[in-house]
């Protein structure tokens, strides 16, 4: 069965930091992998996706994941972040068979991201 | 486009009364589903259903129901709703990219139900 594990539930950053979100995951076989955030009071929007090619993928707001197949990884990096970014994030996965749940995620249980001034 | 759209927004209940929560999506999706969120459990999926005039069991299905209206809807149903219910509830909805092969979901703005 597969499962996505977050490993920090809360991560406390001073603005203009850097921060790593750390997201395992386990599978018998090829993945699919996300990464949403959820702002305040609102649904979840997608940041990022790994589905094939570069095991690097970026968001447009300056985060990027990279997808780790050893380790079965995807964490969440950016280099500096912003108040704005304060928000929970979710990793997601998906798993490459085709049976009977077709295209349906596991998320992890969430990371809460405080950026601090 | 509007995305996936969900009514209500609030709603607050007494043990054992029903409700019904709506959800439309205008993308031309196959796919829809509903989640819940509790705080420190992530998302769960409920019930999802992968095409039009099908429907299949999540992870935590007890004390719901689903209707796939039509392409654009698909609905949940609390028949006798009960405390455990109390929960922010989520439609999302994805298509097939190739050969069975799905994109990322988009989700809605979720319903915040309270049950007293």
């Known amino acids: 069965a597969q499962s996505v594990t977050q490993l920090d539930s809360q991560v406390p950053v001073f603005e203009e930091a850097p921060v790593e979100l750390r997201c395992n995951y386990s599978?018998?076989?090829?993945?699919?992998l996300f990464w949403y955030v959820q702002y305040p009071n609102q649904g979840l929007q997608l940041l990022l996706k790994?589905?094939?090619?570069?095991?690097l993928v970026e968001s447009i707001n300056g985060f990027e994941a990279e997808f780790n197949k050893s380790q079965t990884s995807f964490h969440l990096r950016k280099p500096s972040v912003h108040i704005s970014d304060t928000a929970e994030y979710f990793c997601?996965?998906?798993?490459?068979?085709?049976?009977?749940?077709?295209?349906?995620?596991?998320f992890g249980k969430g990371t809460k991201l405080s950026v601090k001034p | 486009n509007a995305g996936v759209t969900q009514t209500p927004k609030f709603q607050v209940l007494k043990t054992g009364q029903s409700m019904t929560l709506q959800c439309a999506q205008d993308?031309?999706?196959?796919?829809m589903y509903w989640y819940r969120q509790d705080p420190g459990m992530g998302l769960r999926l409920i019930y999802y259903s992968a095409s039009e005039g099908t429907t299949d069991k999540g992870e935590v299905p007890n004390g719901y129901n689903v209707s796939r209206l039509n392409k654009r809807e698909f609905s949940l149903r609390l028949e006798s709703a009960a405390p455990s219910q109390t929960s922010v509830y989520f439609c999302?909805?994805?298509?097939?990219?190739?050969?069975?092969?799905?994109?990322?979901?988009?989700f809605g703005p979720g319903t915040r139900l309270t049950v007293l």
């Open positions: 790994y589905l094939s090619g570069s095991t």
């Open positions: 999302a909805s994805s298509e097939a990219i190739r050969g069975g092969i799905y994109n990322e979901q988009f």
């Open positions: 997601a996965v998906r798993t490459m068979n085709y049976g009977g749940s077709q295209g349906n995620l596991i």
């Open positions: 993308m031309n999706h196959n796919s």
């Open positions: 599978s018998s076989v090829s993945v699919y």
